[in-house]
């Protein structure tokens, strides 16, 4: 069964909003990643967390960690048209269902 | 440097076919997975690859799936029998990482597969 999942599985924003996006998990992980994905192909890395980190930053994307909630949170700053993808976290060998965000220019 | 390879990028065939997909990892990557993923839906872990050892192969939905890995490089994921079921993008990636998902894993473009 799929340990992430992701929530909402939707969201539709203006350009320049932020798009946040939650992931949930089952059991206890290493390290969590977020990736993105475009016209429902090859993925492509966005962020890696560590178990034993609470936050990490990269660009416009943070990334936040609660082990003790076994959840997650990617955060879009100031969204851009060229962000609309698919998103997934990912926990040990299983990625979540995704969330498909559309930024509207 | 070449990033994951996957041949064919399409490929259509008729129900009851063998069909085989081929993945090229990242020169040096001693570790492997290929995902299916269904239309509109997240990836399903399909099997694991690392170095020399015994392949993780809990995902595979049926035992008309299998997958092999020559020489720690290329793989080949096989259906046999297809099923319409089996339609889906069939996804490889390799990562230089010596366990599950500890570090980033690079994705090639994918396979689609559509069986009649």
């Known amino acids: 069964s799929q340990q992430g999942e992701e929530d909402p599985q939707a969201l539709s924003i203006q350009e320049g909003e932020n798009a946040t996006m939650n992931c949930s998990y089952k059991t206890s992980i290493n390290n969590l990643q977020w990736y993105r994905q475009n016209s429902g192909r090859g993925l492509v890395h966005l962020i890696l967390i560590r178990s034993n980190e609470r936050e990490k930053h990269s660009g416009r994307l943070r990334v936040t960690l609660d082990t003790s909630k076994k959840s997650s949170s990617l955060l879009i700053t100031a969204s851009r048209a060229a962000d609309t993808a698919s998103y997934f976290c990912?926990?040990?060998?299983?990625f979540g269902a995704g969330t498909i965000l559309r930024v509207k220019s | 440097g070449a990033g994951v390879s996957q041949s064919p990028s399409n490929k259509v065939t008729e129900k009851g076919k063998d069909v085989e997909l081929r993945c090229d990892p990242i020169s040096g990557h001693t570790a492997l997975y290929w995902y299916r993923q269904s239309l509109g839906q997240g990836l399903e872990f399909l099997i694991y690859?690392?170095?020399?050892?015994?392949?993780?192969k809990s995902g595979l939905p049926s035992d008309r799936f299998s997958a092999e890995r020559t020489g720690g490089s290329v793989s080949t994921l096989t259906i046999q029998r297809t099923q319409q079921e089996d339609s889906a993008v069939y996804l490889c990636?390799?990562?230089?990482?010596?366990?599950?998902?500890?570090?980033?894993?690079?994705f090639g473009e994918g396979s689609r597969l559509t069986v009649l």
């Open positions: 990636a390799s990562s230089p990482e010596t366990g599950p998902n500890t570090g980033e894993l690079f």
């Open positions: 990912a926990t040990q060998l299983v």
């Open positions: 690859f690392q170095g020399n050892s015994a392949p993780d």
